[in-house]
């Protein structure tokens, strides 16, 4: 690659296709031996977007409502299925519990998988089941396992070569249990380089891309262009060349470029218009909503968006359940609803998965699975006269609930079913993770056997390349 | 004037005009069909390939033609009318023209198979070269008898000789080609693929006219050579993991029932056996075997082939054979090689041997300030300030870079706080990460500090992580996730693997899941390695699932000492520790040293270096640097002592173009690999000439200085010392859930990005810049300050006016910082030459 003298003519005619080329020339590489398969020509999807409700939505009181009993004191807990009432949906017969009927009318657009069947895992904790579902691998393992969005990343790059290919919104690593949550954002034996560009606040997202804080454009372009100057006036080309060397150029070059490009603005929601921005802003997860928008019309693979995992906050009702799910799903139900209007609007919902999930579900009574139960971590009476009692406080993992929208989806539809009567469990087309991975797989074209030699064995991105994508879920 | 040779006879001229056609013609075939299109091996013609395997048998007529006219004319040299003139003067030309015949031929060859790489360029132009050459010889012959010119006759002798060397050298890339590159070699007692046991291997012709019938003791050894071709390329899709076709080909009775589509092999007949014609297809075919990776290699081919056609023999007892390399787990003590005028320091002895009969010259040895800037960081983690770096130019003590590798190592503490990042990520200790919030899993910081600022001999170091005290049990112990975690990750058997990769370089993760595909070692082994760190005997899992065995607690090698499986788990790990650092275990010690040799030049002697079964580039030095540790009682800064002083680490750097080049097995050594600032390294070098990166607040660990300590930096907060965040993870420090050995040094998108806008470095840089600008004042001292500081040299005349040009007379505190950013990214700064 030559070096344009005037760098500033250079950059004014920087298109994404030479940004392009550059990304193309470089050889990044790393210690992995060998990958398989192309990515298959019929591919249905180009961006995947999970929404991720952590910290267990249950989902007798989310998107598959049960028998409804109010709240009245004295009351049999064991008799609790729904602390809300159903309505409607787009999709006749197919009810919703009360607080989500945004995100019902969009059902008509999409598929509810009502028979997620978790893990087991002994007693639970959280960021297990979580590491479990973003890995598909159950921790500890002996290498640094990949996040899917590192997989996804590794094997399709980015869709714009100036925006980072795996985005995670929404997590911070500062709270409880923070450092098992950052231990599958990872892209593990993959490399750094696939790992998750984190915007923990998404309003305050831009400032992940631009100059540094205080540092003016004008500024920032002369210091580059000093950086620059600097190393052709050393001693650069004295010592021959090297990786280490020629990674770090180019990626400085490329941060540059991105900072200064106009795909930046994808990150900046000030420059949304503001009845829009009303819809989404209901708190940090429907703002990353928004985000996640912006950055598929920029070009985007993988986002993901969170309403953050924090113990014993946003879904973890470990008490409260009923009054705190009131919130949890206001700050939801209208972001997602107008995302997914939003990616139709705009012609890319066929090309883009959107899934919502959970690590697993909640239940009154049951803790682990009926069949296998473990450890309760939830004292819950069996007669409720204390509002803070009303709700599904235990982790229960044999039933759980999933959307998914766009990227070759069925329209309309609904995967599997739970029981009506307690154990709410699934009684119909059990989906595991394996298959769930896989089916985002098939969305983007990623052949099931994908693998990396590391350490001298095969590494699926499921477990012994086995699992394979649930064919029913696409049209 | 001489008369006519008399070996004329009629229709020698329509002969030649023949000749000439038929050349001609094969020529302008080979020249149309395979130019004109890209190679397409599956559509060659039949008859071009036909041509093609002819050029084996007409290959041996110039050989012996050329050879025998070449030998004739040395005995004529002095008789040039010898009566054997006649003779040579028909050998030649046959010679010739077969030659040239063989040259189309195998020109025809070589678009049929698989034939490619350097050998099959050399045996081609030398061919075609020895052709030419003879044909010259045979024109210059002429000449010489019709003119009888004595330059011709010392011209075409000359030719001739050169025409005969052709022939050897060619005919040698030949069977190369033909029968592998070490197929003649192999058989030299003092050649490194001579295997004395192999008494089939190496000298058996893997040929149809071998009808001899295979002792016993020679069917096991080809059965051996069988499995290993399976194991090594097969079983990873035919095995008990992945059973692809319905078949396996990990045990004999799965080999001989075959796959869904009937058996694979028929004993004695090539033709019929399927697995034969699936690994023969050409490349590219879609039902050839491998399906993925490499094709089998002739050799490897040839090896089936005559397996089969011996009837495919597999004797029972054949199962516990050694397939994989096992490196020797004996010391071995080579003696040195003698000292020259200016080659003393042992490692340098060695080097010189490996220099000379790799035929690479001594360069001449890095300059002062690489070299200060290499044994500043390489042992203390810090960069030389200029202060250090004037006197020690200054210096004129022909033995001061010695001197100053030793004040070095006296910097105990700034030696500890570096050091303890390699430790931290070998033993996989961290101030946070998963675990520690159930209460399952411990840190080793305080312990880990104080033996490395102690120098705590290496064994007894090791005795105590794997037979510990409280302060030094989190190694041992694990990292436990509350909950059921699958049974190759509880933590006993995590320390078997931890123990023996870190100690041993010794991989066992696939095999406490299964037997390993990788090495010879069984599931049981790994169980009975972990069940020495078990309150009661682990119950056998296969992939997780309960097998009801149960095995003994027993060392992975036995020769290392018994494990009493009836005593209490801390008498176990006591006897354990006590087998582990015998002197008698080589690989113990090699596998440390070639850690620490790794660490100093950028590559192991052994690569990876967690896989201590790979062969090093070279085995004497590696062994006698382990066997000299040990006996010097295990003292790593010895060690680092005794290679940073030596001539090979001072040796001018190597730059790699990828970083998969480092652990390719082709590797020559040549000096130290250019290695990459680590994230601590580049923390602390900002720290200690700009302004500290950390606060002491944020320290997750104090040492306790001894009362003597002078701190030879104004920062305490080294970033060994601090919890990983954004900034340290950018720059490659992982996270310490698993043993990590190699740290990732190529840049990244996501690391520009931290570097260029991330709000600790550009704070920091922030905050230098204000009290440079208070102490500094003017642009050109603070030009030639941070260059003093980070290069360790005056700025160039160019750079100088870049940089004032940047700062302006009066600078800003804002212009400051951006030029201590610019300095701090140059890859001049992050990158040790």
């Known amino acids: ?475 | 004037m001489m008369d006519e040779p008399k070996y004329n006879f009629r229709g020698r001229k329509l002969i030649a005009v023949c000749i000439s056609l038929l050349l001609a013609g094969l020529i302008a075939v080979y020249l149309i069909e395979f130019t004109r299109q890209p190679e397409q091996v599956t559509s060659t013609f039949w008859l071009w390939r036909f041509l093609g395997r002819l050029h084996p048998l007409t290959v041996h007529f110039p050989i012996v033609l050329i050879l025998i006219a070449a030998l004739l004319e040395i005995f004529t040299w002095r008789a040039y009318r010898s009566p054997l003139r006649p003779a040579i003067d028909l050998l030649l030309p046959a010679g010739v023209i077969t030659a040239a015949f063989s040259v189309v031929f195998g020109l025809f060859l070589s678009k049929d198979g698989d034939y490619g790489g350097d050998a099959l360029a050399v045996h081609q132009w030398t061919g075609i070269a020895t052709c030419l050459l003879g044909g010259t010889a045979w024109w210059l012959s002429r000449r010489a008898q019709k003119k009888s010119e004595n330059v011709s006759l010392n011209s075409y002798r000359t030719i001739l000789l050169f025409t005969a060397l052709g022939v050897i050298i060619a005919g040698h890339y030949g069977a190369s080609l033909a029968h592998g590159k070490d197929y003649l070699t192999a058989t030299l007692p003092w050649s490194s693929d001579f295997d004395q046991s192999a008494s089939l291997g190496a000298g058996t012709d893997f040929s149809d006219k071998d009808t001899a019938h295979l002792t016993p003791k020679q069917e096991l050894e080809l059965q051996v050579k069988v499995r290993a071709i399976f194991a090594h390329n097969c079983t990873k899709c035919h095995g008990p993991e992945k059973v692809k076709g319905d078949l396996r080909l990990d045990a004999k009775n799965f080999v001989f029932k075959g796959g869904e589509k009937g058996p694979i092999v028929v004993p004695g007949n090539i033709e019929k056996s399927e697995i034969f014609r699936r690994i023969t297809l050409p490349a590219g075919h879609k039902e050839l075997m491998p399906s993925e990776g490499k094709k089998l290699s002739e050799g490897d081919v040839a090896v089936i082939r005559y397996w089969i056609k011996k009837g495919t023999p597999w004797p029972d007892g054949s199962d516990n054979m050694q397939i994989f390399r096992l490196a020797p787990l004996a010391p071995r003590d080579p003696s040195l090689p003698p000292t020259t005028a200016d080659i003393t320091n042992p490692i340098d002895r060695w080097t010189n041997q490996y220099f000379s009969s790799n035929k690479i010259s001594w360069p001449a040895l890095v300059d002062d300030r690489t070299y200060l800037k290499r044994i500043s960081l390489d042992i203390t983690g810090l960069l030389p300030s200029p202060e250090e770096f004037n006197s020690f130019i200054k210096d004129v003590r022909p033995d001061k870079r010695t001197i100053r590798v030793r004040e070095l190592l006296n910097k105990k503490e700034d030696y500890a706080a570096h050091w303890l990042s390699f430790w931290n990520d070998l033993l996989r200790n961290d101030y946070t990460g998963t675990g520690y919030i159930t209460g399952g899993r411990f840190e080793i910081t305080d312990w880990l500090y104080k033996a490395i600022r102690s120098n705590m001999p290496y064994d007894r170091l090791t005795k105590e992580l794997i037979n510990p005290t409280e302060p030094s049990k989190g190694f041992i112990e694990g990292i436990k996730w509350r909950g059921v975690v699958n049974a190759s990750q509880r933590t006993e058997m995590q320390a078997a693997q931890n123990v023996s990769q870190v100690f041993l370089g010794l991989n066992l993760k696939c095999t406490s899941c299964h037997n390993s595909f990788i090495s010879d070692w069984k599931l049981e082994d790994a169980y009975a390695f972990a069940d020495i760190f078990a309150d009661s005997s682990l119950e056998i899992n296969r992939c997780d699932k309960p097998t009801g065995k149960y095995t003994h607690a027993r060392m992975l090698w036995k020769e290392l000492g018994d494990i009493d499986s009836n005593a209490n788990k801390k008498t176990r790990m006591s006897q354990l520790a006590d087998n582990i650092v015998k002197p008698e275990n080589g690989r113990f010690y090699r596998t440390i040293v070639n850690r620490v040799w790794a660490q100093l030049m950028g590559r192991g002697l052994v690569e990876p270096v967690d896989v201590m079964d790979n062969e090093p580039w070279d085995q004497d030095l590696l062994d006698w640097m382990a066997t000299h540790f040990q006996q010097g009682g295990s003292d790593l800064r010895e060690l680092i002592f005794l290679i940073a002083t030596s001539k090979t680490y001072q040796l001018p750097s190597v730059g790699m173009a990828t970083a998969n080049d480092i652990v390719t097995h082709t590797y020559q050594f040549k000096g130290m690999v250019k290695k990459r600032m680590t994230g601590e390294q580049f923390s602390d070098a900002v720290s200690k000439m700009i302004e500290p990166v950390y606060p002491d607040s944020l320290m997750m660990y104090k040492p306790i200085y001894d009362s003597g300590y002078l701190p030879s930096i104004l920062f305490r907060a080294r970033a060994s010392f601090v919890s990983n965040d954004h900034f340290l993870t950018a720059l490659g420090r992982p996270n310490r859930e698993t043993v990590t050995s190699r740290r990732e040094t190529q840049a990244n998108l996501l690391q520009a990005l931290e570097l260029t806008n991330g709000e600790r470095l550009n704070s920091i840089l922030h905050r230098g810049a204000e009290k440079w600008k208070r102490r500094y004042g003017k642009s050109d001292a603070i030009v030639r300050e941070i260059y003093h500081r980070a290069l360790l040299r005056e700025p160039k005349e160019k750079e100088l006016q870049v940089a004032i040009g940047s700062l302006g007379g009066d600078p800003s505190v804002d212009a400051i910082q951006d030029l201590f950013w610019s300095v701090v990214l140059l890859p001049e700064f992050q990158i040790i030459n």
């Not at chain 1, 590489?29 to 398969?37: E, I, Q």
């Not at chain 1, 759980?400 to 709410?424: H, Q, W």
């Open chain 1, 1 to 475: 690659m030559n070096r344009p003298t005037d760098r500033r003519r250079f950059l004014k005619n920087t298109s994404a296709a030479t940004i392009a080329a550059l990304a193309a020339g470089a050889p990044m590489t790393n210690f992995l031996l060998s990958s398989c398969g192309k990515r298959k020509p019929d591919t249905k999807a180009d961006t995947v977007i999970l929404l991720w409700m952590g910290g267990g939505m249950a989902h007798t009181d989310t998107f598959d409502p049960k028998r409804y009993t109010p709240f009245t004191k004295g009351m049999k807990a064991n008799d609790v299925l729904s602390t809300f009432p159903s309505i409607p949906t787009a999709i006749d017969g197919v009810h919703f519990s009360e607080g989500l009927g945004s995100i019902g009318k969009v059902m008509d657009k999409g598929t509810i998988i009502r028979s997620y069947v978790a893990a087991d895992l002994g007693f639970i904790l959280h960021s297990r089941h979580q590491y479990h579902w973003h890995t598909c691998y159950k921790p500890p393992q002996t290498v640094s396992v990949p996040h899917i969005g590192s997989w996804i990343a590794k094997e399709l790059g980015p869709m714009n070569p100036v925006i980072p290919p795996f985005i995670s919104i929404g997590q911070r690593f500062t709270v409880g249990e923070g450092e098992e949550v950052k231990a599958f954002h990872t892209a593990g034996f993959l490399g750094n380089e696939y790992g998750p560009f984190l915007i923990p606040d998404p309003s305050a997202g831009l400032e992940s891309v631009r100059p540094p804080v205080g540092m003016s454009e004008l500024r920032f372009e002369k210091r580059n262009q000093l950086y620059n100057e600097l190393i052709s006036a050393g001693a650069a080309g004295e010592f021959g060349s090297d990786y280490q060397k020629e990674s770090l150029r180019r990626s400085m070059e490329q941060a540059y470029i991105l900072l200064k490009s106009p795909e930046a603005a994808a990150f900046d929601l000030s420059k949304e218009p503001k009845e829009i921005y009303d819809i989404y802003n209901t708190g940090r997860f429907g703002l990353g909503c928004l985000m996640a928008r912006r950055l598929t019309e920029r070009g985007a693979r993988f986002i993901s968006v969170t309403t953050e995992y924090e113990p014993f906050m946003n879904w973890d009702t470990h008490d409260h359940g009923h009054t705190r799910l009131v919130d949890m799903k206001k700050q939801i139900d209208g972001p997602i609803a107008q995302l997914i209007k939003d990616l139709e609007r705009t012609g890319r919902l066929d090309r883009t998965l959107v899934i919502l999930a959970s690590e697993f579900s909640r239940d009154m009574m049951v803790e682990g699975r009926p069949d296998l139960k473990v450890q309760e971590q939830v004292q819950q009476p069996d007669i409720i006269t204390d509002i803070k009692n009303y709700g599904m406080h235990r982790h229960f993992t044999d039933g759980c609930s999933m959307l998914m929208f766009g990227g070759g989806i069925k329209k309309g539809n609904v995967y599997g079913k739970t029981a009506d009567e307690r154990p709410c469990k699934t009684i119909e087309n059990p989906i595991m993770i394996d298959q769930v991975h896989q089916s985002i797989y098939h969305a983007l074209g990623i052949p099931p056997d994908t693998h990396y030699v590391i350490e001298k064995r095969p590494f699926y991105t499921t477990p012994d390349g086995k699992g394979l994508p649930v064919l029913d879920l696409f049209a």
